[in-house]
């Protein structure tokens, strides 16, 4: 399965990707600095690209045909640890939604903070992607049932283009493969 990844950073979910065998062909962010450690530690795979020039982000997407679109856009607008007012960086998850919408990927993944969720953007979005035909499962998720060492939770949105039955059986596969109690 080939993917890109938006909103790239150092390279967490990319390296999260590769663990589960899907291949990264290329990741994006506009802050170099992060980029030139994604490519000190995942590969020369990423570049710098301001996302929302969504024209220009879907000409670079659309030369690779991704299966699956993956993006953790900025939460700086939703965490509880800012003020939490919706202004430009919580655009950039509608500029997500709108990239998928045009490249219509089999498969999209988002990584946010949990407050996400309950935002207007992220409303605007989901709306977007479900005019598609995508199906949702979301739900957040508590890394540390994951065999992952530290508690840290984030929202966690899969969606399958015209696909109703893939969102019960990941929410299964989910429920099967987390620890009982944290690590």
Known sequence: MKSVDLFCGAGGLSAGLKLADINVVEAYDNWLPAIKTYRTNLG???????????ESTVEHISAHSPDLIAGSPPCQDFSTAGKRKEG??????????????ICLPAIVLMENVPQVRLSNTYRIAKSILE???YRFAELV????????PQSRKR??????????KAPETFLNYLSQNSSPKKK
Do not use: H, P
Request: hydrophobic share 50%.
């Open 88 to 101: 430009e960086r919580a655009n950039l998850t509608i500029s997500f939604a709108q990239i998928v919408s």
């Open 141 to 148: 998720l508590d890394a540390s049932y994951f065999r992952i």
């Open 131 to 133: 005019k598609c035909g």
């Open 44 to 54: 020369e795979n990423a570049e710098v690209l301001d996302i929302s020039d969504i």
């Open 155 to 164: 929202f966690i949105m899969v969606a399958w283009l015209n696909n109703d």
